[in-house]
């Protein structure tokens, strides 16, 4: 049973429990899970056999081809090892942004306890961070449950102020891991480019796997002011009295762009990237990432054998 | 002209301040709005803010503009030169009067006016628009009788063509013929005509009127004012009452000039009323200076010619005297002394030296000499003795022995008067006649009526009954037609004497008198004299000093005749005064007093009519100063009366006027009546045409702005200026441009909008 919060959807999770979240690059992890991991040993997953040679531990002998055989072949396997994944969830003021009835901030942090139910089933350790310019919130990555339950509290109290910053957050978390993740950013990116642009890069260069899912509302997307509009600025003092039909088109483009370049930045640094929208079902497009992710998965698998 | 049909609704212009309000109320209505994408916002704010500003400043521009026309569309603007008005009929007024014939060294502005007058009738037959043409001075009579000129085209156009071709030549010429008239342009009567006869057309029908004019202050404005004269104010108000204004367009072509010097005879006369030979006499010119500077060195002469001639020509030249200076609007009279040696009429005319306006640098008079004052005394109770008959004093006292003259000449006659004995009399005199009988009341009547002189001496001969009769006003009628101007009452008698006292000592006949001491006439010479009482016509002359002031001399007019009644007689019966000195003298006095003055009847101005009593059976016809001949017929001047006089009216010229008197033959005549007689009549300019002062364009405007006439002003002769000048509605195309502007908005608002 998942813990029980606002930000445990049960369509999502019952969509999510159907997938199964799976770095596609190695990753070390701590617990044996669905993860593999790059040291080869003797362990549950068999992987080939070679000719037995002396020194070698009987144990793993594989008695039937003996048998069958008269030869000594001695089994491999491969290490599976569980995933460390840590939420990244951006607790700044624009996240507290939401046109319909949630907040991006509540779309993210709904998406962010459903992938850590998920994790957490698959006896994956999971951590989360909140942040802005600072990390306001740190949970190291557990695999019990009842610090799944702890974040999940902590992301129902959590209201959403300040400006967020990346690269910073970033380095200070990932120093804090020691050892490579996969990071699951939850953000609408609502900084400078550059800032997100060395975050990830960062990242990648340091051999984490990272899902980007950036959150942006149905407003902010589709621009549907109409009457004369006094837009105040949610992490800053800035104000635009406008006509938006007159900016409408303008800022759709810059928008267009924007979303182009984050994904952009994400395949250029191999990283997955979806775009939620908060107010509309999350359900879909997470576990769209997730079949794409399952796919590649394979594909890798095949590619290595 | 007021520039909008209905200027009030301009207030509506107000609302063009709408759109730029409603732009700023709803910049202040706006909803808040928390917003986290505040960078792509402001970047999109600023690709976008100039073409946003010029887009808002363009839709601004458009309502406001949209507001702009609805309002003028509703106020509907005249615009000039947009009028659709086109004239039916054009009339050219064509100002003849002679101020227009002024000299400058590049032609005369009569020559200019006539060549403009060509213009128009020209451009008239070009666009097949009738024409005519009047002329200024004759505002009643049919112009130069013209007619229209440009009949519109019908199918029949060769005939027309070569019909317009013929009348225009006519028109052209007759432009050509237009002499300058000494008569005063009449701009009211003018306008007065072409009201009624714009008023007696159909509405539709419209008339362009062509003034060609040299503008002067005098023929438009009342003396010092900037209003126009009130008979010209009363025809324009007509117009506008009316409603004649859209029906009628004025072009009023200004050929007027600066003012310039100009400097005038206004008048020629003579210092006698009775110019007699031999009775030296000053004939007197009064020189004006209508000029703005002063005026020096004037030099001038008298021309002087008898009548024998038929045309004027001088047979004796006098300088004037020289003038050394005349002030600006000053005038000064020049006399020179003379004296007739022949009974005659003697024609002058005084001339100063030429100026820019040399009509009226000349002036005409008609001088009538006599051999003296020619008096008729008929005697009532005539005597073979010595002093013994009634005329016997007086006789003698208008006509003393010797050679002396006197200026009366006076003859006695008695019993019944005949119409011949009253040949050339100025005076009349009846003595104790007793009765005026059959012909002789008619004679007697037509004598004084016709302007001669009667006096009447009581005396016991005097028949009451025929006395009241000429002198009893019918019942309810009017005292003048009756002869005698008092009723005689019952003789009085004064043992002491009485004095006979002048009224007035001013009185033509008193005024040798006057400041005299002991004059003559306090002398108490009169015993007996009737009662007697004047009728309201009549003043009293001289009473007695008795108790009730007996009246003793009655004077009243009678047609252009005078009489006198004296209550009292001409022998020693009723008074000593016949042998008193004073008796020579007051009766002398009396008969110049009472004597018609030719002159004054033969000298008019200018378009007065020349009127003549003529006789019956004679034929007339004048002759004008350019010797033309001119048929007159007679007219009845009175109702009930045999009178009949002539009159010529045509004496728009200034200069001598002869009427020509002539027995037709057929009828029984001596010789002497039925000889031809000739008599001079001099014309004179109006002063008024001599002061050149331009009325100026700007007051001229003012002055017609309220009156709602439509005009054209200008210098220009070109032909079409008016039809230029005509104000015309655009509140058709304003409406187009509202809606125009409204679909242009409207698309602009969509497409800005949907951006």
């Known amino acids: 049973m998942p813990p029980r919060g606002k930000f445990f959807d049960s369509e999502l999770i019952a969509r999510l429990t159907r997938m199964e979240l799976t770095a596609r690059r190695m990753v070390d992890g701590f617990l044996s899970g669905k993860n593999k991991s790059n040291r080869h040993g003797f362990s549950v997953e068999f992987v080939e056999h070679r000719e037995y040679v002396p020194g070698d531990d009987l144990r793993h002998l594989d008695w039937k081809v003996l048998g069958r055989l008269d030869r000594y072949y001695i089994k491999r396997y491969e290490e599976e090892t569980n995933i460390t994944a840590f939420l990244l969830i951006d607790s700044s003021r624009s996240m507290h942004y939401g046109s319909k009835e949630i907040t991006k901030f509540e779309a993210a942090a709904t998406a962010g306890a459903g992938l850590a139910y998920l994790l957490n089933r698959q006896r994956d350790s999971v951590g989360m961070a909140l942040f802005d310019e600072n990390i306001r919130e740190y949970f190291p990555p557990s695999v019990k449950l009842v610090s799944l339950a702890s974040m999940v509290a902590k992301l129902q109290d959590t209201e959403p102020q300040g400006k967020s910053s990346f690269t910073d957050v970033l380095q200070s978390i990932a120093a804090r891991l020691r050892k490579r993740c996969l990071f699951i950013l939850l953000s609408d990116f609502f900084v400078d480019q550059e800032d997100v642009e060395a975050g990830l890069k960062y990242l990648h260069y340091n051999g984490h796997d990272a899902l980007v899912l950036q959150v942006l509302d149905d407003a902010e997307l589709t621009f549907p002011f109409k009457n004369n509009t006094l837009f105040k600025g949610m992490e800053d003092k800035r104000e635009l009295l406008t006509e938006p039909p007159r900016l409408k088109d303008r800022y759709l483009e810059l928008l267009q762009e924007f979303l182009d370049s984050v994904e952009k930045l994400c395949q250029k640094t191999a990283f997955d990237y979806q775009l939620l929208e908060a107010g509309q079902p999350l359900g879909p497009a997470l576990t769209g990432l997730l079949a794409a992710r399952a796919r590649q998965q394979r594909l890798i698998k095949r590619g290595g054998s | ?755």
């Open chain 2, 1 to 755: 002209m007021g520039f909008f049909f209905n200027p009030a609704l301009l207030i509506g212009l107000a609302l063009a301040a709408a759109p730029i309000i409603i732009h700023f109320l709803n910049k202040r209505k706006f909803e808040v709005h928390e917003w986290a994408a505040m960078d792509f916002l402001f970047q999109a704010s600023i690709i976008n803010r100039r073409r946003v500003k010029l887009e808002d400043l363009l839709l601004l521009l458009l309502r406001t503009l949209l507001i702009i026309f609805l309002v003028l569309v509703v106020a509907r603007p005249l615009i000039k030169g947009l009028g659709d008005w086109s004239e039916d009929q054009r009339l050219v007024i064509f100002d003849d009067s002679f101020s227009i014939d002024r000299r400058t060294p590049t032609g005369s502005t009569f020559d200019l006016a006539r060549e403009t007058a060509v213009n128009q009738v020209q451009d008239a037959v070009g666009r097949s628009v009738p024409v005519d043409i009047r002329l200024g001075s004759r505002p009643h009579e049919a112009g130069l009788n013209l007619g229209p000129s440009g009949e519109k085209d019908s199918g029949q156009e060769n005939q027309n063509r070569d019909q317009k071709a013929q009348r225009s030549w006519e028109i052209l010429e007759s432009i050509r013929e237009i002499q300058p008239s000494d008569r005063p342009i009449e701009l009211a009567q003018i306008l007065e005509r072409l009201v009624e006869e714009v008023d007696s057309e159909e509405a539709s029908h419209k008339r362009s009127v062509v003034l060609v004019s040299d503008f002067r202050r005098v023929d438009w404005f009342e003396g010092e004012s900037s209003q126009f004269k009130p008979e010209l104010r009363a025809a324009f108000e007509k117009i506008r009452d009316k409603d004649l204004s859209d029906r009628l367009g004025f072009h009023l072509i200004d050929l007027g000039r600066p003012a310039t010097d100009n400097v005038t005879v206004t008048d020629v006369k003579i210092s006698s009323k009775h110019p007699t030979i031999g009775v030296g006499l000053k004939i007197q010119v009064e020189i004006a200076n209508f000029s703005k500077t002063l005026k020096t060195h004037i030099n001038g002469s008298i021309e002087m010619a008898p009548a024998q001639s038929t045309v004027f020509k001088a047979t004796k030249r006098l300088s004037l005297p020289p003038v050394p200076q005349i002030p600006p609007g000053e005038r000064v009279t020049v006399e020179i002394e003379t004296k007739f040696e022949e009974a005659d009429t003697y024609l002058v005319r005084a001339v100063l030296e030429e100026d820019s306006l040399p009509r009226d640098d000349e002036s005409f008079a008609v001088i009538h000499v006599k051999e003296g004052l020619e008096v008729l005394l008929v005697d009532g109770d005539p005597s073979p003795d010595r002093f013994g008959g009634e005329a016997d004093y007086l006789l003698a006292a208008l006509s003393p022995r010797g050679n002396l003259p006197s200026g009366v000449k006076a003859k006695k006659i008695s019993g019944i008067i005949k119409e011949s004995d009253l040949d050339n009399i100025d005076v009349l005199f009846l003595l104790n006649k007793e009765t005026l009988q059959g012909q002789e009341k008619q004679l007697v009547e037509n004598f004084v009526s016709d302007g001669g002189g009667l006096a009447y001496f009581l005396g016991n001969k005097v028949n009451e009954q025929n006395y009241a009769s000429f002198a009893k006003p019918p019942k309810d009628g009017p005292e003048n037609e009756v002869l005698f101007p008092a009723t005689l009452g019952k003789l009085k008698k004064e043992i002491k004497g009485v004095a006979l006292l002048p009224k007035d000592m001013e009185h033509g006949a008193f005024s040798i008198f006057k400041g005299l001491e002991g004059s003559p006439m306090n002398r108490k010479l009169f015993q007996s004299f009737n009662e007697i009482a004047p009728h309201e016509v009549a003043t009293i002359s001289a009473s007695y000093n008795d108790t009730k002031k007996t009246p003793g001399i009655i004077e009243a007019p009678y047609g252009d005749g005078k009489i006198a009644i004296f209550n009292t007689t001409a022998d020693r019966d009723a008074s000593d005064w016949p042998t008193d000195p004073s008796f020579v003298i007051v009766l002398q006095e009396w008969v110049r007093y009472l004597a018609p003055q030719y002159s004054s009847k033969r000298n008019l101005t200018v378009g007065e009519p020349l009127r003549w009593r003529i006789r019956p059976g004679f034929k007339y016809a004048v002759y004008d100063p350019k010797g033309k001949r001119h048929e007159v017929e007679a007219e009845e001047t009175t109702s009930g009366s045999v009178l009949k006089e002539l009159s010529f009216p045509d004496t728009a010229l200034a200069g001598f006027y002869r009427l020509e008197e002539s027995w037709p033959g057929g009828a029984q005549r001596s010789t002497e009546e039925s000889s031809n007689k000739v008599t001079w009549f001099a014309s004179r300019r109006v002063e008024q045409e001599s002061i050149l002062t331009p009325i100026g364009a700007g007051k001229l405007e003012s002055a017609l702005d309220g009156y709602g006439i439509r005009y054209a002003l200008g210098k220009e002769t070109k032909t079409d200026a008016f039809q230029n000048e005509q104000e015309g509605e655009i509140w058709r195309w304003l409406a187009y441009a509202v809606g125009g502007i409204l679909l242009l908005e409207l698309f602009l608002a969509w497409w800005f909008g949907r951006k």
